[in-house]
């Protein structure tokens, strides 16, 4: 046994001499290499090369600030100077991780961290690979002077930004170089090392959606500040001096590349999130690089959206002659393919080096009436509860409903629980649904109107109580299944969740309409159809449609959509010779609006906003846009929709003309009174009415207006006003549906559709 123990002995010592002696010390001039990833449109052409070049200028020791030196040391590993260079309790947990299946672990002393960078073509996790790793930093810990390690470290880290090694990440971030950093900049790059994702204060919502800037500011100042209290701890720096440096200091621009100027930018930002989100290739893969990614964008539809969107833009939008109302005006938009949810253009913003939000994705930006077409799938999905049963057999009994049905158009409506309850919010007070203008729509003197006439004119109150009379769960589901996301979904437990008190973004939103141009197939919308690199293909993209509601139900809203377009609040998207459906949306205080239409063959959202997105504003409020672009108010019948009828105009220019499906007779027609007076047909009957006087124990916010003459008798072609009673929306609706104060929203009309809200909630049409 002795002699087994001694023979075993010496062959590890043996193995271990023989290992020691076939590693090299890396040449930090060798370290860091990084391919390049290379973007494809749709069509196969080249768009891009980025995202792993690499951005390195080596620094000798004497150029890197003691204050940096100490900084990483006081951090990392504070015996740096005096250790071996390995840490052997460190290296035991990795073997013992890897023995079990699990993963090894990141070098614990900064020799070890110095040898990964410079391992990185090989990042394999095996016991050889690990082995190896162990081997060289063992020499060179052992034959290394500790002035080359440090600057062989910093000279190879990563810092974000495409950044490799001090110096590149001094220019990336303060645009200085490294010998002139201070202590408390030396600290905050000590931070990137951590994982410039989540420590960035420009953010990186496109890799990981918890990484905002403000998450990430937050993040990066707490480890900034850890590192320079240890300094002061270890004695590597005066507290006098530590006391200057409490705030993040000053970054500049992340985007300095011009390849990613332009919407470029963000597509390939997009196109990296979903990698990271959907398949195995992670961030740090795609910084090493070495990927061929082909995306779904068509190079030509990508174009056309920017001139779309620039072009009523430069027409329209006057930030130096009306600063006050044009200054700091956005616009998003996305373009889906209902067959695929291929996402085929996107609109992100101005320009990728400028404006870093992806106005595409998520922006916070309120829907409005765009939701309401998700309250009547649901009515014809699951159908209105029957008020005469008990809550648990009223879920089980339903009525599934008929566009033909019958509701209130109008103002100030009381809104009802299924069961004929007035609606009460938790003071107790109640619910009156106002519409466009202040304006009843309908039928006198019950003002009732069918619902494909109330999506045409966009009135509220019909739909408000349609989704109580459906269930507001329902609603949601709806929206859910067309591929919602519920992340993006406001409180349904208020009546103004159903007219769009939620904030899905334009891709999601347009993606949701393509399920109703599938035919109630979902599929969710993606930007990378396959990844390639040098060991062939990683990963190919598969639709996995899924029926978010029967044919029956998606062509039936798909025919009451078309009737917006046809001659409702969306005559201005119409597409000459070819089918269209769509849906206008604004909110409450007139701080969004929206179109969302979609062809047999594309859906595309285009939705337009004002805020202030400085980097130096932090609460990113919606601005009003009462006056933005010379109107008297903005609605989603007018730039949003100019700008999808523009852009659909030349996407679809050579595409065959294709129609929709003809829908099938579906449900029952609720609310069928024997009134003579009730009709669901012809226009001209329709009356609109202003606002009859409350009865005393309704208390107003404010007084309604008369209605403006200017308009017409419906309203809803009205170019330049928008409104409804003050409350709801934007500004109280997902949060109970009560204003706190009165606004200038409050009766001052609009067109037909694109500005409801309530009297304690509800957002504009």
């Not at 930018?265 to 195995?280: E, M, P, R």
């Not at 109150?461 to 299944?481: I, N, R, T």
């Not at 141009?517 to 396959?530: L, W």
């Not at 007139?590 to 906003?609: C, E, H, R």
Request: aromatic share 8%; charged share 20%.
């Amino acid at each position: 046994m002795t002699g087994l123990f001694i023979g075993f002995i010496g062959t590890m010592v043996a193995v271990a001499g023989v290992g020691y002696a076939m590693v090299t010390i890396p040449d930090v001039a060798k370290t860091a290499k990084a391919q390049n990833n290379v973007f494809y449109w749709s069509d196969g052409s080249q768009m891009v090369a980025t995202g792993g070049e690499v951005n390195r200028q080596i620094i000798n020791y004497a150029q890197i600030p003691k204050n940096m030196r100490y900084a990483v040391i006081s951090q990392e590993n504070k015996t740096f100077e005096t250790d071996s260079g390995v840490d052997p309790k460190g290296i035991a947990r990795a073997l013992f991780n890897m023995a079990r299946g699990g993963q090894t672990q990141g070098g614990s002393t900064i020799t070890q961290q110095y040898v990964k960078n410079a391992m990185l073509d090989d990042q394999s996790q095996t016991i050889s690979r690990k082995f190896k790793e162990i081997f060289v930093a063992i020499k060179v810990g052992a034959e290394v002077h500790k002035e080359d390690i440090m600057a062989g470290y910093l000279n190879s880290a990563y810092y974000g930004r495409s950044a490799y090694g001090l110096q590149a990440a001094s220019r990336a971030y303060f645009n200085k170089d490294a010998t002139d950093l201070n202590a408390g900049e030396c600290a905050f790059l000590a931070a990137m090392l951590k994982g410039a994702t989540y420590y960035d204060p420009a953010g990186a919502t496109s890799l990981d959606p918890k990484a905002t800037a403000q998450a990430n500011s937050r993040r990066a100042l707490l480890q900034m500040q850890d590192t320079l209290n240890k300094m002061v701890e270890y004695g590597h720096l005066s507290p006098a001096e530590r006391a200057q440096y409490t705030k993040l200091p000053k970054v500049q621009n992340p985007r300095s590349n011009s390849r990613l100027s332009g919407q470029t930018g963000y597509l390939v930002d997009l196109a990296k999130a979903y990698l990271i989100n959907n398949t195995d290739i992670t961030a740090n893969d795609l910084q090493r690089g070495g990927y061929s990614i082909y995306t779904t964008f068509d190079k030509t539809k990508v174009r056309q959206l920017e001139t779309a969107v620039k072009n009523v833009q430069k027409a329209n939008i006057k930030p130096k002659l009306r600063p006050k109302t044009d200054k700091y005006v956005q616009f998003g938009g996305a373009s889906v393919d209902p067959s695929t949810g291929a996402i085929k253009a996107i609109y992100g913003g101005e320009d990728a080096t400028k404006h870093f939000t992806n106005n595409a994705d998520q922006t916070g930006a309120q829907v409005g009436s765009t939701f309401k077409p998700f309250v009547l799938a649901a009515a014809m999905s699951w159908g209105k509860r029957n008020p005469d049963l008990g809550e648990s057999q009223a879920q089980d009994e339903r009525t599934i409903v008929s566009p033909k049905s019958l509701y209130s158009g109008q103002n100030k409506l009381k809104i009802r629980e299924y069961n004929r309850e007035i609606w009460k919010n938790e003071k107790g007070e109640e619910w009156l649904q106002a519409n466009d203008g202040n304006e009843s729509v309908g039928h006198p003197p019950d003002y009732k109107i069918d619902l494909r006439e109330a999506m045409q004119y966009s009135v509220n109150s019909a739909y408000v109580q349609l989704g109580m009379d459906v269930g507001l769960d329902k609603v949601k589901e709806a929206a859910l299944s067309a591929g919602i996301l519920k992340t993006s979904l406001a409180s349904a437990n208020y009546p103004s969740f159903s007219i769009g008190t939620s904030d899905p973004s334009a891709i999601r939103m347009a993606g949701a309409y393509a399920t109703f141009a599938a035919s109630g197939q979902q599929n969710d919308p993606y930007s990378v159809q396959k990844v390639t690199n040098q060991d062939g293909t990683v990963f190919q993209h598969k639709s996995k449609p899924q029926e978010a509601f029967t044919s029956k139900v998606a062509d039936n809203v798909t025919d009451v959509l078309r009737t917006v377009v046809d001659k409702g609040t969306g005559t201005a998207a119409q597409l000459p010779g070819r089918e269209v459906a769509g849906k206008t949306g604004t909110t409450d205080g007139n701080k969004s609006a929206w179109f969302v239409g979609y062809t047999p063959q594309l859906a595309t959202a285009i939705d337009m906003f004002r805020m202030d997105d400085n980097e130096n504003n932090k609460s990113r409020e919606f601005l009003k846009m009462y006056g933005t672009g010379g109107k008297k108010e903005i609605h989603g019948a007018s730039f949003p929709a100019e700008i999808w009828h523009d852009y659909m105009l030349q996407a679809l220019k050579n595409e065959p003309v294709k129609t929709f499906p003809t829908p099938e007779p579906i449900g029952v027609v609720v609310n069928d009174t024997p009134s003579p007076s009730v009709t669901a047909t012809p226009t001209p009957s329709i009356t609109s009415s202003p606002t009859p006087t409350p009865t005393p124990s309704e208390t107003l916010i404010s007084p309604t207006p008369t209605p403006s003459d200017t308009c017409g008798n419906f309203r809803w072609n009205c170019g330049n006003d928008n409104g409804g009673a003050n409350g709801g929306g934007t500004d109280a609706g997902s949060t109970g549906g009560v204003t706190s104060s009165p606004t200038e929203t409050f009766g001052t009309g609009n067109s037909r559709g694109n500005g409801n809200g309530g009297i304690f909630g509800g957002p504009n049409g």
